[in-house]
Structures are given as C-alpha cells and as structure tokens.
C-alpha cells in the first residue's frame, strides 16, 4: 500500500476494556467490561510500516455490563450502579486525566511499539496486530494487557480491602482506518 494519511472510523470501530475483580470477596464483585463510547485516531501508512495515534477521553469510558469468563451481561447492573462505577472511574482511577494517549508505531503491519500515556505515567510495550486491507479501509485489531500500577494509577478496592480490581486490564481494540479526507 502507498504512504498514506488515514483517521479513525468510529462507526465501524470499537475500543473495549476487561477489568477482572481478585481478593477474598471477589465473588462479590463485578467483573466488567467497559467502553470508550467516544475516540479520535489518525494514522500515517508509510510503505510496510506505520505511526498511528488514538485519543481516548476519561469520560468516554462507559460500563457495558459485567464479565462472566467471556460473555458480558449488560443487564446484571442498574442504571444506578453505572454510573456510580463511571464516576470511580474518572474521579478515582483516573484523577486529573482528561484523555489516555495511545502512540503506535511499526516497521511492519503485523506488530507495534505502543506507547499508552496518562498523566500520573507512562507505559510502553510491543504488541502484535492482525491488519486486513478491506476496500481501500484498513482495519486493525488485537489486544494488550496493560498495568495499572505501572501506568501510575491508584488502586481500585472494595469496602474494607474485601476485594480489589486486578492490576492488570485488558484492552481489545478494533480500529478500521479510512482515507483522510
């Protein structure tokens, strides 16, 4: 493909997070999976590689319901619940952060350094890629298991330490790129 401006296209693409629940009252807790109802990306096809960027704003993140191993139950929590996690989540995990940065760059479609920034850190990995050119849109997908600690954020807990969310969350990502226009 030839070198190559291309933005997001939100209405094919999809951002989604799995935070798991460890700790003696686990059980108790939720497992969820959440969303980023709202993001901006860019890319820059160059040849084999590429350099991209996505911009997640805190608020945007919206609970889809709970886990239960892969499967989401989007009923099991009230509106209530919702937005009362939501809030957690921007007031608590993620104070003063307005958006997570995400930097990726590659020498081949197959595989990226990524770099996701906030601002209490940063963190940066390798991560690998499935990219498929469909109709002049490139879509991108995988997944990437980020530490909260590492990233400098505060740990979530329960009511007494009963239970905690696990440092580590998963990130699914799938992102179709198309033309600039």
Same mark, same amino acid.
């Given at each position: 493909?030839?070198?190559?401006?291309?933005?997001?296209?939100?209405?094919?693409? #999809?951002?989604?997070?799995?935070?798991?629940?460890?700790?003696?009252?686990?059980?108790?807790?939720?497992?969820?999976?959440?969303?980023?109802?709202?993001?901006?990306?860019?890319?820059?096809?160059?040849?084999?590689?590429?350099?991209?960027?996505?911009?997640?704003?805190?608020?945007?993140?919206?609970?889809?319901?709970?886990?239960?191993?892969?499967?989401?139950?989007?009923?099991?929590?009230?509106?209530?619940?919702?937005?009362?996690?939501?809030?957690?989540?921007?007031?608590?995990?993620?104070?003063?952060?307005?958006?997570?940065?995400?930097?990726? #760059?590659?020498?081949?479609?197959?595989?990226?350094?990524?770099?996701?920034?906030?601002?209490?850190?940063?963190?940066?990995?390798?991560?690998?890629?499935?990219?498929?050119?469909?109709?002049?849109?490139?879509?991108?997908?995988?997944?990437?298991?980020?530490?909260?600690?590492?990233?400098?954020?505060?740990?979530? #807990?329960?009511?007494?330490?009963?239970?905690?969310?696990?440092?580590?969350?998963?990130?699914?990502?799938?992102?179709?790129?198309?033309?600039?226009?």
């Amino acid at each position: 493909m030839s070198d190559a401006a291309r933005v997001v296209d939100r209405s094919t693409s #999809k951002i989604l997070v799995h935070t798991r629940a460890s700790g003696m009252l686990a059980r108790l807790a939720h497992d969820l999976e959440l969303s980023a109802a709202t993001f901006t990306g860019r890319a820059t096809l160059e040849g084999e590689g590429f350099s991209a960027e996505l911009v997640v704003p805190v608020a945007a993140l919206q609970v889809v319901g709970t886990l239960h191993g892969e499967r989401v139950d989007t009923s099991a929590l009230s509106i209530s619940d919702r937005s009362d996690i939501e809030r957690k989540i921007r007031d608590e995990v993620f104070p003063g952060t307005k958006e997570v940065r995400v930097h990726a #760059k590659g020498t081949s479609r197959d595989r990226a350094e990524v770099t996701v920034e906030v601002s209490s850190g940063r963190l940066s990995l390798p991560v690998p890629l499935r990219v498929a050119e469909e109709a002049g849109r490139t879509r991108v997908s995988g997944r990437i298991t980020l530490s909260m600690k590492r990233l400098g954020l505060r740990d979530v #807990k329960g009511p007494l330490g009963a239970f905690r969310v696990r440092d580590d969350v998963e990130v699914l990502f799938d992102v179709t790129l198309r033309p600039a226009s």
